[in-house]
T-cell receptor, first 115, second 114 residues
Framework: GESVGLHLPTLSVQEGDNSIINCAYS??????FIWYKQESGKGPQFIID?????DKRQGQRVTVLLNKTVKHLSLQIAATQPGDSAVYFC??????????????FGTGTQLKVEL | DAGVIQSPRHEVTEMGQEVTLRCKPI?????LFWYRQTMMRGLELLIY????????DSGMPEDRFSAKMPNASFSTLKIQPSEPRDSAVYFC????????????FGNGTRLTVT
């Protein structure tokens, strides 16, 4: 039969508008979170990170908000540009039983910027 | 900074053949990760090295998969024998330390097993 792939949620925005991409994470013990951008044919590219002792962090045109109470992360992109079109992933850093940490990724959101 | 370098960029092989994927992490990074990306399962962690030592290989699908890191500047992921269901994009990533620092990804190897 035909395989069924992940259905990526899609966010369509007009150029110049602000974008908000949301993510729910799974582990209340996660202490570090990252947003990645992935363009077609490329690896995930680091955008911004935030530690669990913060609830907001700003970068250039991007802001990440962390709500630990409801285990929710969001990425805000100001004045969205066509070059922002990509798949965006959130990732949470979790401790490993044997020591060290690993990043676990969400399923991603497709951002489409319309001219 | 050349970033994480993976080779080959594309690999097409027949079922049953051995496949070796290669990765050069960023100089100075002491943690290295192999991920697999498919439409069905998204990004999955296969194995993680710290200071060239495998720390967690619980994501390696089965015995057909093996990974090595003989030194701080090189790692391989081998599949033997390959199967069509192994078709995916395989990413290598590296970072400094073991905790709160971002992973830096290569551009991946797209593997197609026919």
């Amino acid at each position: 039969g035909e395989s069924v792939g992940l259905h990526l949620p899609t966010l369509s925005v007009q150029e110049g508008d602000n974008s908000i991409i949301n993510c729910a994470y799974s582990n209340s013990a996660s202490d570090y979170f990252i947003w990645y951008k992935q363009e077609s044919g490329k690896g995930p590219q680091f955008i911004i990170d935030i530690r669990s002792n913060m609830d907001k962090r700003q970068g250039q045109r991007v802001t990440v908000l962390l709500n630990k109470t409801v285990k929710h992360l969001s990425l805000q992109i100001a004045a969205t540009q066509p070059g922002d079109s990509a798949v965006y992933f959130c990732a949470e850093n979790m401790g490993l039983t044997g020591g060290g940490n690993k990043l676990t990724f969400g399923t991603g959101t497709q951002l489409k910027v319309e001219l | 900074d050349a970033g994480v370098i993976q080779s080959p960029r594309h690999e097409v092989t027949e079922m049953g053949q051995e496949v070796t994927l290669r990765c050069k992490p960023i100089s100075g990074h002491n943690s290295l990760f192999w991920y697999r990306q498919t439409m069905m399962r998204g990004l999955e962690l296969l194995i993680y090295f710290n200071n060239n030592v495998p720390i967690d290989d619980s994501g390696m699908p089965e015995d057909r998969f093996s990974a090595k890191m003989p030194n701080a500047s090189f790692s391989t992921l081998k599949i033997q024998p390959s199967e069509p269901r192994d078709s995916a994009v395989y990413f290598c990533a590296s970072r400094v330390g073991t905790g709160n620092s971002p992973l830096h990804f290569g551009n991946g190897t797209r593997l197609t097993v026919t």
